[in-house]
């Protein structure tokens, strides 16, 4: 069967899903948590559609397969009410708390959290599309990420345990926590870079609101009960619903001391400006990318291939952090676009949970659609689709288009695909993708491939005064976690890895005092009888 025929008979009727991959019953999701209670929801909900479809007597349909609670401006200020009780101007239970004991509730979250993995795979495939192993993947590693970070501040805890004395006067440097956070994560790791941001701000001890985003709601129910049991009250809330509703009053009403989002900029300006104390507010911001790729005449094509086809297809290109535009140089540009072709129309589409698939549906609301226009401009403009199979579309499918050639003229060649179109721009002078780099919005990442240290070299210097990450005959991407992961730009506002999470959710606080005799005392007993959490000469292992 070749990939029009897969595609045409892509989605199957109900009864031809594996048994231990349905959802038999749709999730219908009606509670949310508030001040340490699960309360229950009677009102209005949204309708969560899968961008699996399935075949059934009237065509070809979206499964709808649960809802989430439409809350309204009354119960977000409910959960930030609980969440200013449980920080209480930094005096609260959970702030004041010593560095161990946050870390032991941690632990129990990610004891709770690891019995709902099934659970929570198998919405991650139905929610968002995206296949099992990288659902699995995403799990996981969210977990390595919670055991890293407590690993992480056992590390900044020792390193803050000592007294620094210069110039007669002594003092501990410790870090404290922010205030109260309202995170929000992508749709694309609903799971992953939601906690990437909520869990470090929850560990320094700051309380959370935590929104899911719009897209992989219903995988975060699972959770519930396990935040709930785990942390105490008020220190971590959830709201649902739409932005303008339940984000909007939170904002404004200037209680919100960190904003952790992470999307588009046009949203993220929007929600800064919404808040009427600019100068207390935090930002920890991700945002878009168009990361490009220079591949020069020396590159060993079969690793570019290889790296190239990853980074832009990867979860169907939809990462911040995919290669969304390739410069490749002229002398080497059509044997580098017969190769990757002949990789792309390799690639398996199929659903989520089938073994070996390369390329899944789509969760975005017309993302085919949206796709399509561009690969229309482009071909207006000159450009052609180099894969047999490229665009072909079934609903909420779309295979990868391999576009060539792509110019400045095109939409693609500004905007942010975000799905599984790979632009393709031949290049004479290695000034044409430098001059793109400097003059583009943003400023996350890049890959070089390439064989000449020299050549790679003359251009590692200026680039890395341009973008956050040049990746050497690799793809983008963000890990290891404990590398940083940032941008310039429009790209990114603030630094997160595991330690730099921690840093950004937190300030430099220190206790000094001259050292005389007096001081000297105080300071021995306070530590020597543990009297404070915070001046201490105690250390975790």
């Known amino acids: 069967m070749n990939n029009q025929q897969k595609i045409v008979s892509l989605f199957p009727s109900e009864s031809n899903i594996p048994e231990e991959f349905r959802i038999p019953e749709p999730v219908e999701q009606k509670e949310f948590l508030v ?82 993995r099934g659970e929570v795979v198998r919405l991650i495939m139905w929610e968002i599309g995206k296949n099992l192993q990288d659902a699995c993947n995403e799990f996981d590693r969210t977990l390595d990420y919670i055991l890293g ?56 001890g700051n309380t959370v609101i935590f929104k899911p985003p719009k897209l992989g709601v219903l995988l975060h129910r699972p959770l519930l009960e396990a935040f709930q049991g ?27 001391d960190v904003l952790a989002f992470i999307g588009t900029s046009r949203v993220g300006d929007s929600l800064k400006k919404q808040h009427p104390r600019p100068h207390r507010l935090r930002c920890v911001l991700g945002l878009e990318a168009k990361n490009p790729a220079i591949v020069l005449p020396d590159a060993k094509l079969d690793v570019a291939v290889r790296e190239c086809l990853l980074g832009a297809l990867s979860f169907n ?60 401009d482009a071909q207006q403009a000159g450009a052609v689709i180099r894969n047999e199979s490229g665009g072909l579309i079934n609903q ?19 905007e942010e695909q975000f799905g599984p179109v790979i632009p393709v721009v031949p290049y004479k002078s290695i000034e044409e993708p430098l001059g793109y780099v400097t003059d583009s919005d943003y400023g996350q990442q890049i890959s070089i491939f390439g064989t000449d240290p020299d050549s790679i070299a003359e251009l590692i210097d200026p680039l890395v005064n341009q973008v956050c990450r040049v990746n050497i005959n690799s793809q983008c991407q963000r890990g290891p976690d404990t590398f940083p992961f940032t941008g310039r730009k429009n790209s990114a ?34 530590t020597r009888e543990r009297k404070s959490r915070f001046l201490s000469t105690n250390f975790l292992l």
Request: glycine share 8%; proline share 6%.
């Open 149 to 204: 970070t407590i690993e992480a501040l056992k590390d900044l805890d020792r390193a803050g345990s000592r007294f620094d004395i210069t110039q007669g006067v002594a003092a501990q440097i410790r870090r404290a926590p922010l205030g109260v956070v309202l995170c929000m994560g992508p749709f694309n790791y609903p799971l992953n870079e939601t906690f990437t941001t909520l869990i470090p701000a929850l560990i320094m």
């Open 35 to 116: 001040d340490g209670q699960i309360h229950h929801w009677d009102g209005p909900v949204q309708d969560v559609f899968s961008p699996v479809c399935l075949a059934g007597d009237s065509g070809v349909e979206k499964k709808r397969i649960g809802s989430y609670p439409l809350l309204t401006e009354k119960e977000a200020m409910e959960a930030l009410d609980a969440a200013g009780r449980a920080y209480d101007s930094g005096r609260g239970h959970w702030p004041t708390l010593a560095v161990e004991d946050r870390i032991r509730h941690m632990e129990k979250f990610a004891y709770r959290m690891k019995e709902k």
């Open 493 to 526: 506002e603030g630094t997160l890895s595991m330690s730099d999470a921690l840093r950004v959710f937190s300030i430099r606080t220190l206790v000094a005092g001259k050292l005389n005799d007096l001081n000297k005392e105080i300071m021995s007993t306070i």
């Open 317 to 376: 290109g939809q990462r911040c952090t995919a290669l969304k535009l390739l410069f490749v140089h002229e002398s080497i540009v059509e044997k580098f676009l017969d190769m990757l072709c002949r990789e792309v129309e390799k690639l398996e589409p199929g659903l989520p949970w089938q073994s070996g698939v390369g390329i899944t549906p789509l969760p975005e609301e017309n993302k085919t659609g949206y796709l399509q226009e561009l690969i229309n």
């Open 396 to 414: 909420t499918f779309i295979f990868p288009a391999v576009l060539y050639p792509v110019t400045p003229q095109m939409r693609v060649f500004k």
């Open 230 to 256: 785990a942390f105490p009250p008020g220190v971590v809330n959830t709201v649902y619903g739409r932005g303008a509703r339940v984000v909007t009053p939170l904002m404004e009403s200037g209680r919100i």
